[in-house]
């Protein structure tokens, strides 16, 4: 397989909050990369820090009470965390694009979606204000939106939230940025709006070549859409891999626990479903080892002790699990390691 | 929209009559004859009372009044009695109404400078400077003001005239010593309402875009912040134009202050039920202006729901 | 690193202990919100000047040897001085204890109109806002046009018909301030009537009472101790205001407003006497605008993570 380039690497990434209690660290050393024209999902639970990562890219978070304790962002090559206000606002909106979870709110009521479309332009060369009309129009319609003249001239309150999501959609890709980032676009819709988003996205990065990374709790919607996907928990990357590998050959229990607690096509009559008991771990006070620990099935003492090492199982496939050790007894989850025992 | 300016112009209608009821018969029910002062006889006594028609029963009265006021007839005041209520209105309205406007100008205005500074260096020296101004203000009520104001930029140090109203240098303190309660709450208020705003999600969104933040500011913030400002606006105007009665004192200014008070001494029946129910019109039409324009600038309104 | 050794990757599983815990300090609404109005320094100053107040205005009168109405006629507009700690007034009334019976007139009729409005306002909004219907409707129409008429023209008017006085004064600034505190309750038990924790109660077959006193009211009553905290400055600022002009308390009696008018003769020459009940006036209001600021600061929900 042709070795495509990284759009976006994270290394090593650590952002924490001040609170009244003390400091809270949402970011736990989160490693990842987004190639050129791929969709890379992010799945976990709520408060597993994936909307927090995802507003780090673009350093949306407010800045107190949130704080960077270290690592890396590259995006082409150059580090976010160290460009100037200046440099990073070329960057939002014109090469990178965000998507908000909630449409409802995520609109500037008293402004017309036309021009907030437009306002992506202001202070951007390469474009004449003539022209900045027509690209808005032209990505209304691109992203689904019908009889656009009139909806270019409408308040966000006129609209349903379909139709806000889509306008949403267009502002993040109007300028063509080579990557987008969707926190949870479909949350607040319903499923068959949802459908037609998630299409649409597909549609976009066939056209447009965009990458895309996906930000859910839905494993519905990983499975529709994503190329590879990484698991988050506790702030941290547990596996990583192609959505197929991820489905079909879970490596982490925290993932396995997942797949089983969704209703399948396939699930008996009768049958229960198994949620994964208990709650995800305080971030206050952090657990020292794995923090699925306390709630795993194939918990051992070394679990609770020690942070677990990361192992390689194929090109794409990795999980960060003391049950893949040499030392670990025979189960379901260990896989052959092609390079055993190796960590990244 | 149409349905909006409906539905407030029919309020303002019934709260002018409710007004104007409350007040007729709280001002029958005053202690004290209007005519009783030693100067007049007996005779002359109950000849103005016929004339003014206190012989009647108190209903009539009622529809009488009311009659006359839709003809814009307030009726002979009983002090000045060969001037109609109408006309001292008209000589001492226009001095109440430039003080007051020229107020709320310079309370408005710099009211909301100040809440946009404190609200966009949050935390800081600046927004602390500015929060004290506001809580300093609001804790100094206009009359006070209007005296500190005349001694120290009047008396002491003779910077400014404390009294009359020849020119436009004498409408300094008094519009500074009204404005300086109303700009605090102003800007208070529009702080709050700017830190609101900020939480919101659409300047992250906005934020996303890579726009800088002075369009972020003014574009996204204070359009949207000005908003519960405007809703207020209606009351903050009543209390600016009713403060006007103890500044116009205070600085001997001619405007309907004066009037009230010693129609208020006088039981002057006539002038008190005359300028209170012109003054609560003339403050409800503010109030009801300023509905409509908050109903024109925020478009939920404007356009309505789909 | 600590070694690894093969006792270490035995599988135990779960540890039902440990699933659920939590670590973060737990904080009860009134905890929480006491913690974040003691942080707040320019409230705390405010609450101590306020009981510092109240204090002296219930004992310095008492311990005083000069009586409120006793006159000195040798020390007649005297500055303040060891024998007079605040000076007197134009007849050689001595200031302290003036001020401080002013006080307990002043500042017992913000608290009283404060909370008697407070109160009226609180259950006829709470009413209308819960049962709704026929009855929301009628009084919210009757509200909405008495809101529109501005309430110092009707105050003065009672006033004119009462005459002056302590009483007087409190029903007049109780015939209209009672509808700000009625409006705002309703819209707010209107909005936490459609809650979803108002629903499960109901549900579950708990009656009405009860939900209005074990749920609606603890919601709104971090809210209402604010709209308190910042009435009574305007209370006292009524006060003062129609005492300045005539209508008010009726000397001999005094209240800080009567004590402001009769200073304010003597701006030029003696302006002691318009200063010092001005100053307390100020004081008290700012420090209670300090501390309503700090109570609303504090039971705000949005505010929570940003100090």
């Known amino acids: 397989m042709a070795e495509k380039e990284n759009i976006l690497e994270l290394k090593n990434v650590v952002y924490s909050f001040h609170t009244y209690g003390g400091e809270v660290k949402a970011v736990r050393d989160v490693s990842f990369e987004v190639r050129k024209g791929e969709i890379l999902g992010i799945v976990g639970e709520s408060g597993c820090g994936k909307s927090v990562t995802a507003q780090c890219i673009l350093r949306l978070n407010p800045e107190p009470p949130g704080f960077f304790g270290g690592g890396e962002i590259l995006f082409k090559g150059r580090d976010i965390l160290k460009m100037s206000n200046k440099e990073i606002r070329k960057v939002r909106g014109g090469e990178i694009g965000f998507v908000f979870q909630d449409p409802m709110t995520s609109l500037n009521p008293t402004m017309r979606v036309g021009a907030q479309i437009e306002e992506v332009f202001l202070g951007r060369t390469g474009v004449t204000k003539k022209e900045v009309k027509n690209r808005a129009l032209e990505i209304m319609k691109l992203v689904g939106i019908s009889d656009v003249e009139k909806r270019y001239r409408q308040y966000p309150h006129e609209l349903s939230g379909g139709m806000k999501q889509r306008i949403m959609i267009a502002i993040a890709l109007v300028s063509r940025p080579s990557l987008i980032i969707c926190d949870e676009p479909t949350t607040s819709l319903d499923v068959t709006i949802e459908a037609q988003i998630l299409d649409l996205l597909l549609e976009l990065r066939e056209k447009l070549g965009t990458s895309i990374i996906m930000i859910t709790h839905d494993l519905g919607v990983i499975a529709r859409l994503c190329d590879r996907v990484i698991v988050m928990y506790g702030g941290k990357v547990v596996e990583r891999g192609t959505a197929d590998e991820l489905f079909y050959d879970t490596a982490h229990p925290y993932t396995k626990g997942l797949m089983n607690s969704i209703a399948k096509l396939d699930t008996a009559k009768g049958e229960k479903l198994q949620p994964i008991e208990g709650t995800p771990p305080d971030l206050f006070s952090p657990p020292v080892g794995c923090p699925f620990a306390a709630r795993c099935d194939y918990c051992m003492d070394v679990c609770n002790e020690m942070p677990p090492e990361v192992y390689q199982l194929t090109d794409e496939h990795a999980t960060c699990c003391w049950l893949q050790h040499e030392m670990a007894p025979d189960n379901d989850m260990k896989k052959k390691p092609e390079k055993k025992g190796e960590v990244r | ?306 | 690193m600590a070694e690894l050794n093969k006792d270490m990757f035995v599988i135990k599983g779960k540890n039902t202990m440990k699933m659920e815990s939590i670590s973060r300090p737990s904080l009860s609404f009134w905890q929480d919100a006491w913690r974040r109005l003691r942080k707040n320094r320019a409230a705390f100053v405010g609450l101590c000047i306020i009981v510092l107040y109240a204090l002296l205005a219930v004992f310095a009168p008492m311990f005083s040897k000069y009586g409120f109405s006793d006159m000195d006629t040798a020390a007649m507009h005297a500055g303040p001085s060891a024998a007079h700690w605040l000076g007197c007034d134009a007849t050689g009334r001595d200031q302290w204890v003036r001020i401080w019976m002013g006080a307990r007139t002043s500042l017992a009729i913000g608290l009283f109109s404060a909370f008697i409005n407070m109160c009226v306002g609180a259950v006829i909004g709470g009413l209308c806002g819960y049962y709704g219907g026929k009855l929301d409707m009628i009084m919210m129409r009757v509200v909405d046009i008495l809101y529109g008429i501005p309430s110092l023209i009707i105050t003065i008017l009672v006033m004119l018909v009462l005459g002056k006085g302590v009483a007087p004064l409190i029903i007049a600034l109780c015939v209209v301030g009672w509808i700000g505190t009625c409006r705002f309750v309703r819209g707010e038990v209107y909005r936490l009537k459609e809650q979803d924790f108002v629903m499960a109660a109901k549900v579950l077959g708990i009656p009405d009472f009860i939900i209005i006193i074990r749920h609606i009211i603890p919601n709104i009553l971090g809210m209402l101790v604010t709209n308190l905290c910042m009435a009574i400055p305007g209370a006292i600022f009524q006060e003062a205001f129609l005492s300045y002009i005539g209508l008010g308390i009726a000397p001999p009696n005094c209240s800080w407003g009567v004590l402001a008018k009769e200073g304010i003769q003597y701006l030029r020459i003696h302006p002691h006497e318009i200063i010092i009940p001005a100053f307390f006036i100020c004081t008290t209001m700012l420090a209670l605008n300090l501390l309503g600021d700090g109570m609303r600061d504090a039971v705000d929900p949005k505010l929570r993570g940003t100090e």
């Not at chain 2, 009351?235 to 129609?263: D, N, R």
Request: charged content about 15%; hydrophobic content about 50%.
């Open chain 2, 1 to 306: 929209m149409l349905k909006y300016v409906t539905k407030r112009v029919v309020a303002a209608i019934l709260t002018v009559f409710a007004l104007v009821t409350i007040v007729f018969f709280l001002v029958r029910l005053m202690p004290g004859e209007p005519f009783t002062s030693a100067k007049l006889t007996k005779e002359v006594a109950e000849n103005m009372n016929s004339y003014y028609g206190f012989d009647k029963p108190i209903l009539e009265q009622y529809f009488t009044y009311m009659g006359n006021l839709l003809h814009g007839n307030f009726g002979y005041s009983m002090k000045y009695t060969n001037k109609t209520v109408n006309y001292i209105i008209g000589q001492t309205f226009p001095f109440s109404a430039d003080l007051g406007i020229r107020a709320l100008c310079l309370a408005v205005s710099l009211g909301l400078v100040l809440g946009i500074i404190a609200a966009r260096n949050r935390g800081k020296k600046l927004d602390f400077a500015c929060v004290l101004i506001a809580i300093v203000g609001t804790s100094i009520p206009d009359f006070i003001m209007g005296a500190l104001l005349q001694y120290f930029f009047g008396i002491k140090w003779g910077l400014l005239p404390v009294a009359k109203y020849l020119g436009i240098e004498y409408t300094i303190l008094p519009a500074c010593a009204l404005a300086f309660y109303t700009l605090a709450s102003v800007s208070r208020i529009m702080r709050s309402s700017m830190l609101e705003v900020t939480s919101q999600d659409y300047i992250k969104t906005a934020r996303s875009k890579g726009l800088s933040e002075l369009r972020i500011t003014c574009k996204h913030q204070i359009r949207n912040a000005i908003m519960p400002v405007m809703t207020v606006l209606g009351p903050t105007v009543a209390s600016v134009l009713t403060g006007t009665f103890v500044i116009e004192a205070i600085f001997a200014i001619p405007g309907m202050g004066k009037y009230y008070v010693e129609s208020v001494n006088n039981n002057d029946y006539a002038m008190i039920l005359g300028m209170t129910v012109f003054y609560g019109c003339f403050l409800v039409l503010c109030n009801l202006i300023v509905d409509i324009l908050y109903g024109v600038a925020d478009p939920r309104v404007r356009i309505g729901k789909r």
